[in-house]
């Protein structure tokens, strides 16, 4: 009598393991507070997992003031993001007393600057030997200065004002599969960066400056394919030299000057930047994605909050768009649409 045999089964091939949530998301109130009040040695990015720049800016004590400023200014904006390049948790809840906060300290620091200004000695600023005014001679007919001439001056566009911010190049292409260095354009300040990658995994363009730290700028990191342009140079902490490419597929990337972007479009999908020639008005925007949706807009004003958008998943509303020229960059997974209203 034969013995049975049992048939063979083949085994279950793995399943991949679904995208786990974010987890551990930093605190903004910590955030905030450590930039508020230790700023200027660096606490708020060593909390934020940035160890690198958070050493300089300890050395250079917040960039003699001025890394500090723009630090306090990214986390009350909700712009400030850890070193995966995560959002902050808490900042739709607290950025009003944040911002209450910081104007009440910054205030009080003006009044109190105030006087002990006004308890300081004061000099006589008369000035008793000053020669007397040239008498006029009588009779004698005023001596009329000519009008200067009034050369017009062409109106600036946005693609010619963003060329002169950020500088002009020739526009370069390149191509490689998997991780891989890309070096930016000599001399210039900043530009456009239209990637597209075929990989299944992690796609990640970062910003690097001449010492290989990062400059602040997460260009793209994503999962799987991609297809859009980002702009770099825009809020960054440092002169970027090269892009690092972190990959598992194949990839494109073309860099070109900044005035090179479209003008605003009304529609679109995924990350996109612009040009925006129009006065101040209203922008009312939709998204129907699931991730981070951020509209930012860079004019030539220095004081200019450009934070329009900062969401994540669906959104629809309407938010105040400075007057041109600008430049508007869009990141978004889905599709999204903008109105100049």
């Known amino acids: 009598m034969s013995t049975p045999v049992t048939p063979y089964a ?27 009040f230790l700023g200027t040695f660096g606490v708020d990015r060593f909390y934020l997992g940035k160890i690198g720049t958070g050493v300089l800016k300890l050395v250079t ?7 500090t400023l723009v630090d306090l200014i990214l986390v009350l904006t909700g712009a400030a993001r850890d070193k995966q390049g995560r959002p902050l948790d808490g900042y739709a809840r607290m950025r009003g007393i944040a911002w209450g906060v910081t104007a009440a300290v910054v205030v009080l620091g003006i009044v ?17 030997g000053a020669p007397a005014a040239e008498a006029a001679v009588p009779g004698a007919p005023a001596e009329a200065e000519p009008a200067p001439e009034k050369t017009a001056q062409p109106e600036a566009t946005a693609a010619t004002w963003a060329n002169e911010e950020w500088g ?11 991780d891989g260095l890309i070096t930016l354009p000599e001399g210039a300040a900043g530009g456009l960066v239209t990637a597209a990658h075929n990989g299944s995994r992690n796609f990640a363009l970062s910003v690097l400056d001449a010492g290989n730290s990062s400059t602040g700028e997460l260009l793209v990191n994503t999962i799987g394919s991609y297809t859009g342009s980002t702009a770099w140079g825009i809020n ?5 030299t090269r892009i690092q490419v972190t990959a598992d597929g194949e990839w494109t990337i073309t860099i070109a000057p900044m005035g090179t972007a479209p003008t605003l479009a009304s529609n679109g999908a995924g990350d996109a930047v612009f040009l925006y020639d129009g006065g101040a008005a209203a922008l009312t ?7 981070n949706f951020v509209v930012i807009e860079e004019t030539a004003d220095l004081f200019n909050i ?8 669906a959104y629809s509303g309407t938010v105040p768009i400075s007057a041109g020229p600008s430049v508007l960059a869009v990141t978004a997974d889905g599709n999204w649409t903008l109105a100049i209203q």
């Open 10 to 36: 083949a085994p279950t091939p793995p399943v991949p393991a679904a995208p786990q949530p974010d987890a551990g998301l930093r605190s903004f109130l910590l955030a905030w507070l450590f930039a508020l």
């Open 61 to 67: 004590l917040g960039g003699f003031g001025i890394w």
């Open 112 to 128: 109190i600057g105030s006087v002990n200004g006004s308890a300081s000695p004061q000099g006589d600023t008369a000035d008793d």
């Open 168 to 178: 002009v190049f020739d526009t370069e292409t390149h191509t490689g599969t998997g």
């Open 236 to 240: 960054a902490l440092g002169d970027g």
């Open 285 to 291: 925007t939709t998204h129907d994605g699931a991730r």
């Open 306 to 313: 450009g934070l329009l958008v900062n969401e994540i998943g």
